[in-house]
């Protein structure tokens, strides 16, 4: 089968030919049919993630998928074969990610969260929800933004940005957030703040926002927003953009946020086919927002 793959940590991603992996007790093998790229992907791939859970190589890269189960090893209850399944893959040890023909994961997976897409949910939808549409949710609800509150997100037009937007709009909230160009959020109802034309600590004490959500990760930038927000403001950074660890939002309660993010409307802006995932994650092909989905099958 083809796979996106490493040989080591550091190692750059490439198309491989690999034997299909199969299913082992508690495992599930699935047929994938799209994916989505995710900062988590280049972490793991340089190994700064490397004391957290278990690799294998070579590695097949890849976190967030959708297909359709083909196998199911000794002891598996939760799922059968022919189902549509969705989820972020994160296994122990992991070594068979989703940027792949076909993927093996635990029916539990012990870092990550797996479940049916809903009925009518396109595959390539459902591959680009789980890794940022969870952290979005977990994000604002940590947050804790009052109702009808304002809500400042540094990198709108991301994956987790883009998410955070919506939840944050459904929610009855005032949104602004930065973006490079006003075409990146011409549709999700937001003010825009273009990114370099007003110093954010003056956008802050612009709109006054209740609440800061971080997804670039530029620690001097926020330095300055710190500074400039109101008495009893919220801030919260997925990027590591903050000096305090405490303010650093770590995905938590996978299982229970994916059901949560299975009826959400991804912002898709770019689909390409499995061969083109190592010049997605080498920079050479960007999204000009939203998530980037591999179209595997």
Known sequence: MRAITINGFGDVPRLTDQPVPEPGAGVIQVAVEAAATNPLDLAI?????????????????????????TAVGEGVTEF?????VFGQFWGRPLRSGTFAEVAVVEATPAFGALTTIPDGVPSHVAAALPTSGMTALGALEHLRIPDGGTLLVIGGPGGVGSFALQLARAAGHEVVATASNADQLHDMDVEVVLRGTEPLDDVVRRTSPDAVLDTVGDREVMRRVKAALKDGATVLSTAFGLDDPALDYRLDRKPERLEAVSGLQPLVGLEVPLEDAPRVLTGELRSPRGKTVLRVA
């Open 45 to 69: 791939a340089s190994g700064s993630l490397k004391a957290i859970g278990e690799y294998r190589f070579p590695l097949t890269l890849g976190m967030d998928g959708a297909g359709v189960v």
């Open 80 to 84: 059968r074969v022919g189902q549509r």
